[in-house]
């Protein structure tokens, strides 16, 4: 009778023991890492079909429309979308970028000036690279507005 105190101490000692291990033994990502969530196969999209641009060279799409006028509308969905990693100016000065193992394309050098438009798109919505693709979150015309703002910045 005196080593049932000792016996129940360790019976609930291997009971605070998590025996499948579910939470202890998890695959874990990073939010740039692969695999992302994708739309479950034959599922209906809410805003009507949308395009899969994984297969399309951005360097011969073109816009539907000119994007002189939709710099304003791109600025805010830049704000909202791209400015945690890329900046307000496009230098990809935040702290975000700052502890990236990949640091963020500066959206205002050469390099970017000398993509398409359809090549910005292209990473916006269908990016497989670092950068999440914007494929379920923005429409094409969403898009192209923050294509547009983004000529704006690489001086384009």
Same mark, same amino acid.
């Given at each position: 009778?005196?080593?049932?105190? &000792? =016996?129940?101490?360790? #019976? #609930?000692?291997?009971?605070?023991? !998590?025996?499948?291990?579910?939470?202890?033994?998890?695959?874990?990502?990073?939010?740039?890492?692969? @695999?992302?969530?994708? !739309? @479950?196969? !034959?599922?209906?999209?809410?805003?009507?079909?949308?395009?899969?641009?994984? *297969?399309? +060279?951005?360097?011969?799409?073109?816009?539907?429309?000119? =994007?002189?006028?939709?710099?304003?509308?791109?600025?805010? =969905?830049? /704000? &909202?979308?791209?400015?945690?990693?890329?900046?307000?100016?496009?230098?990809? /000065?935040?702290?975000?970028?700052?502890?990236?193992?990949? *640091? @963020?394309?500066?959206? $205002?050098? *050469?390099?970017?000036?000398?993509? $398409?438009?359809?090549?910005?798109? &292209?990473? &916006?919505?269908?990016? /497989? $690279?670092?950068?999440?693709?914007?494929? !379920? +979150? #923005?429409? /094409?015309? *969403?898009?192209?507005?923050?294509?547009?703002?983004?000529? $704006?910045?690489?001086?384009?």
């Amino acid at each position: 009778m005196r080593y049932f105190p &000792i =016996l129940l101490c360790l #019976l #609930l000692l291997s009971a605070c023991e !998590n025996v499948d291990r579910d939470l202890w033994s998890q695959i874990t990502y990073k939010p740039q890492e692969s @695999p992302r969530k994708f !739309n @479950p196969v !034959n599922s209906v999209p809410r805003f009507g079909a949308r395009k899969d641009y994984s *297969e399309v +060279e951005g360097a011969t799409l073109e816009a539907p429309a000119p =994007l002189s006028g939709l710099s304003a509308k791109g600025k805010g =969905l830049y /704000d &909202i979308y791209c400015a945690v990693c890329h900046g307000a100016t496009g230098h990809s /000065d935040t702290p975000v970028a700052a502890k990236m193992d990949v *640091e @963020p394309f500066d959206l $205002t050098g *050469e390099s970017t000036a000398a993509l $398409t438009d359809g090549e910005v798109f &292209i990473k &916006i919505l269908a990016s /497989d $690279t670092v950068m999440p693709n914007y494929r !379920n +979150e #923005l429409t /094409d015309d *969403e898009a192209w507005a923050v294509t547009a703002y983004v000529r $704006t910045l690489s001086g384009g």
